[in-house]
């Protein structure tokens, strides 16, 4: 199973954070359309991303909800059929929400940035610090994140407890 040490935050200004990302980044990957379909489950979460970059991916996922950092174990499962596979769980499981984002990756070594600008929310950065898993890794993550946290600028106050399929549930769009 993968794993990431995960943090989200509000951007005020999308334009300021893109020129601090270009200038720390290794790598740009490229500006991802994305449809994230959530399932009703019994525990974790699950959802069926499409993607403009990706395509089909199927993401069974743990995570708390925290304001700072927290650590996600998942698996990212190649979907061939995506509206099929979407119908299909829909009818099983029952949709819980659907997040539209329009996603801006860069890559600082294995830590991707992600501009966003999230349907019905408004604009967030988030950062994922991709690893395998080992907890004798997450220090050295946690310690990335935080360094790029500072780099970029976000502010305590920031930071986001909760996913944006949380905010949506939540109705906490008219405060982005």
């Given at each position: 199973m993968s794993a990431n040490l995960e943090i989200k935050a509000r951007c005020a200004d999308l334009a300021a954070l893109r020129r601090r990302a270009e200038a720390l980044a290794t790598e740009y990957l490229g500006v991802d359309r994305q449809v994230d379909t959530y399932f009703r489950?019994?525990?974790?979460?699950?959802?069926?991303?499409?993607?403009?970059?990706?395509?089909?991916?199927?993401?069974?996922?743990?995570?708390?909800?925290?304001?700072?950092?927290?650590?996600?174990?998942?698996?990212?499962?190649?979907?061939?059929?995506?509206?099929?596979?979407?119908?299909?769980?829909?009818?099983?499981?029952?949709?819980?929400?659907?997040?539209?984002?329009?996603?801006e990756i860069f890559l600082y070594q294995n830590v991707r940035i992600h501009l966003d600008r999230v349907e019905g929310l408004g604009t967030f950065m988030e950062l994922e610090a991709v690893f395998d898993g080992a907890p004798e890794a997450e220090p050295e993550q946690q310690a990335k994140v935080d360094w790029l946290l500072g780099e970029l600028g976000v502010k305590p106050d920031d930071l986001v407890p909760i996913s944006y399929e949380g905010l949506l549930a939540a109705g906490d769009g008219a405060s982005a």
């Open positions: 489950t019994a525990s974790g979460r699950l959802k069926l991303r499409e993607s403009s970059l990706s395509g089909g991916q199927l993401v069974p996922y743990r995570r708390a909800d925290a304001a700072g950092p927290r650590r996600s174990d998942y698996q990212v499962i190649p979907v061939p059929d995506p509206a099929g596979t979407r119908e299909l769980l829909a009818e099983l499981l029952g949709v819980h929400r659907v997040v539209r984002k329009e996603r």
